[in-house]
Every structure is written in C-alpha cells, then in structure tokens.
C-alpha cells in the first residue's frame, strides 16, 4: 500500500511569491492534516481537512489555506512568502477523524529567499 | 500557549542500553499521546500510542509510561540499536475535535556500537 505522497520534495521561491504544496493520502484515508517544520518552532499545526472541509485550523497567518479534494488528496497554498516560511511542510493522513496514527509523508522542502 | 516539551534535547546511548526518553506536558484535557520517530530527510513514523485511561503500553521493544498526576509520558526503548538512532518527538491531542497534535521539541537519540 503507498503511503503518503507530497509534491514537490524541493522547492526554491523567493520573498513575495506564493506557492502550492500537494499531498495524496494512503488510499482510504479521508483526514489529511498539514504540519510546518522548523528548527525553532518545531512541528506546529497548520489545518486539518476531512471531507473536503477544514476541521481545525492552527495558529498560522491567512496567508497559509489549505484545501480538500473529493478523492481526499489535499493542497496547501502560502501567498507573499516570507523568509520564516522556509521549512519543511508535513502532510499527514488517517482514516478518520478521531485522535488516532497518523502517517506523515516525507515532506516538502521550502526554501524562501 | 500549551505545549508538550522534553527534558533532554539530546541523549547518546551504547548499542545494547536500555533508553529512556521523557516529556512533560501542561494540557490536563489531553486524551491521547503519541510517540513519534523522525530520520534524517524523512517525515515522522509512528512508534506507540497511548490514551488516558492507561497508563502503559508496550510494543515491540518499545514501552510508553503515562503518569497523568504529573503529567509525564515517557519512551523505554529496550536492547537500543544503531537503527534507533534519530530524533524522537512525544505529541498530545488536547481534547479538541478532530486528530490534531501538539508536538514536543523532540530528543535526538545517538547510539553508539
């Protein structure tokens, strides 16, 4: 069975632009919840999707959205990139939307200069 | 804000010890912990989970201890192995809907053959 897929692994952009991250969960699995990565910060929630619809959002800016697709694959978009918005993003699913494992993918790299 | 912290930001080990990793958490709401490992370039991997209503759970090798009067978890990792070697993050779900988790700051664990 695949496990988490992310697109793209690495990725370049400078100050200003915006960008759009992609994730297909394990097949069968309708939550798909979104982690940033930082050496100082640590894994900070962003959002969590189910169903097409955002279920919980953590404490991140609106420039950080997220969606859902009908066959559960989720995008996550970051408009007027900052440099802090370097890190890794982690794109994790379950089959349901109850505290339970979650399976992480292995990340998109973002790099803002 | 609420989070969940480890004691120790790094732990080094011989092949063969027993390891103990601990986390201290402040959310009295938490229900559920988790237990994560995180190789280099890749996204976390579930180890163990536990819920409240215990207070340990073993899996292969590996044992997690809740003690919800002073809100610490603790990772045993028995006969610890050269392949042990990555960084551990313990996580709580702080009672709200959905699967969302709070992440420690993680311990590097480094063993040594």
């Known amino acids: 069975k695949a496990g988490v897929t992310q697109t793209p692994r690495y990725l370049i952009k400078t100050r200003g632009q915006q960008v759009t991250l992609s994730c297909s969960p394990i097949?069968?699995?309708?939550?798909v919840s979104w982690y940033q990565q930082t050496p100082g910060q640590g894994l900070q929630f962003l959002f969590e999707?189910?169903?097409?619809?955002?279920?919980n959002k953590g404490n991140f800016p609106g420039r950080f959205s997220g969606r859902q697709f009908s066959n559960s694959r989720s995008e996550m978009n970051v408009s007027t990139l900052e440099l802090g918005d370097s890190a890794l993003y982690l794109c994790?699913?379950?089959?349901?939307?109850?505290?339970?494992?979650?399976?992480f993918g292995e990340g998109s790299r973002l790099t803002v200069l | 804000g609420e989070s969940v912290g480890l004691h120790l930001p790094t732990l080094s080990v011989q092949e063969g010890d027993n390891s103990i990793i601990n986390c201290a958490y402040s959310?009295?709401?938490?229900?559920?912990f988790i237990w994560y490992k995180q190789e280099s370039g890749k996204g976390p991997q579930f180890i163990i989970d536990?819920?409240?209503?215990?207070d340990k759970r073993q899996g292969q090798r590996v044992t997690v201890l809740l003690n919800k009067t002073v809100k610490h978890l603790s990772l045993q990792i028995a006969a610890t192995q050269p392949g042990d070697s990555a960084v551990y993050f313990c996580?709580?779900?702080?009672?709200?809907?959905?699967?969302?988790?709070?992440f420690g700051k993680g311990t590097t664990l480094s063993v040594s053959s």
């Open positions: 994790a699913s379950s089959f349901v939307q109850v505290p339970g494992e979650l399976f």
């Open positions: 097949s069968g699995h309708r939550s």
């Open positions: 999707y189910f169903s097409e619809t955002q279920r």
């Open positions: 959310n009295s709401a938490s229900d559920y």
């Open positions: 536990i819920r409240s209503n215990m």
């Open positions: 996580a709580e779900n702080p009672g709200q809907a959905g699967t969302a988790l709070i």
